[in-house]
């Protein structure tokens, strides 16, 4: 008898993003209220990073909370009911609870049914990451019947953030953003151009692990050392230097792969780290003036997973870019890890 063969998964030919939606928290940081932590200015602050105010989420604005807002304004967007939501991909790093996975409760909340449901790590590029494995899931079938993932990216960094830390203090911000992706007749997400440098870990990273942060109780001697919340560290030369310079390579490779040259662009999304970063890109990519840039990171701070979506939504609201323009995206950071592709904005 021969061998049966397995009868192969297929999806979608192709994909696009099919909505977009953002949630910002309520509470407003302006760079007057972080000068009370660290010796600075809002000079300095402005200048240096481009940043003006940040939002800071409340005990209520919960990783779940924001991104059920986020992906729900997506979904509305997309046009489809949430049972046809076949998976929901959270890329999130201050999701402080270290299981189960924060998807399950966002998918159910969602009313996604028994969708899949997961979170990744890729900090800065987790929403890159995320759209990545989404794209894969859809074309290889594995979407539920309708073929319809969301991509949520949230973080709540001043969760892990030391008010007190002059080079990070003034830089972190929280949101969520979300995108839902789903089959299409032409293409609408060209081939990824991304990676990790794990030579590199320690150029921004959580200051400990929780294992040690929290010392475990001792039965003999008793609860033991001094316990310190973690925060984010980092070495903001290094990150600026690879950034401008490396960065940059990937997101013209990321046009090249996508056979698109950067004056066809009608939107670059670059991750909103720092805002000399994103002129330095707009540089190295000579880029014409013609294409709008995201700046949101002037009120939003750097949201890390979060930042693409939420400057996405913004651009299209602001009516700087339009349904179906197209946008070079490039998330990159802590790992360190990137992910750059050309996109069709919803
Ligand atoms: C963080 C960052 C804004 C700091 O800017 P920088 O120019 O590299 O600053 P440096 O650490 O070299 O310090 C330069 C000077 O500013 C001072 N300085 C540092 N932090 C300061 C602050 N918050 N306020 C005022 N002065 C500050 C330093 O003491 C130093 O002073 P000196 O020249 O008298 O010695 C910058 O490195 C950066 O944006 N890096 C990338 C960070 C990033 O994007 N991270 C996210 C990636 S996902």
């Given amino acids: 008898m021969t061998t049966p063969q397995i009868k192969p998964a297929t999806g979608a030919a192709y994909t696009r993003i099919q909505g977009v939606g953002g949630y910002r928290p309520s509470r407003v940081i302006p760079n007057a209220e972080v000068l009370n932590w660290i010796d600075s200015s809002d000079e300095w602050i402005r200048t240096r990073s481009g940043i003006t105010e940040r939002r800071w989420a409340t005990a209520e604005e919960t ?44 998918a159910q909340r969602l009313g996604c049914g028994t969708a899949p449901a997961f979170d990744i790590s890729a900090a800065c590029a987790g929403f890159g990451y995320g759209l990545t494995l989404a794209d894969g899931l859809i074309r290889g079938g594995n979407a539920g019947a309708d073929g319809y993932v969301v991509v949520i990216g949230v973080e709540r960094l001043s969760d892990l953030t030391d008010i007190h830390d002059r080079s990070t203090a003034f830089i972190f911000g929280d949101g969520a953003g979300a995108v839902v992706v789903g089959p299409s007749d032409t293409p609408g997400i060209g081939k990824v151009v991304w990676g990790s ?133 490039i998330g990159f950071g802590a790992g360190l890890v990137y992910a750059a592709a050309v996109v069709t904005l919803p």
């Fill in 63 to 106: 990783v779940a909370e924001m991104s059920v807002q986020a992906a729900g304004k997506a979904i509305a967007m997309a046009g489809i009911a949430p049972e046809q939501i076949g998976g929901v991909i959270v890329a999130t790093v201050s999701h402080l609870k270290q299981t189960p996975a924060i998807a399950t409760e966002i």
């Fill in 197 to 329: 440098d794990g030579s590199q870990a320690d150029v921004i990273s959580q200051t400990q692990a929780w294992d040690t942060a929290f010392a475990k109780p001792d039965a003999v001697n008793g609860a033991g050392e001094e316990t310190k919340w973690p925060a984010l560290r980092m070495e903001g030369q290094t990150v600026f230097r690879w950034a401008v310079w490396d960065m940059a390579r990937a997101a013209q490779q990321a046009l090249d792969a996508a056979g698109i040259t950067a004056d066809q662009l009608g939107a670059f999304i670059p991750h909103q780290a720092n805002m000399r970063i994103i002129d330095a890109m707009i540089k190295a990519l000579k880029l014409p003036d013609s294409v709008p840039v995201a700046r949101d990171i002037a009120e939003t701070g750097n949201t890390s997973a979060a930042s693409i979506p939420l400057a996405m939504e913004r651009m299209l609201q602001s009516g700087e870019a339009k349904s179906g323009d197209l946008a070079l995206i």
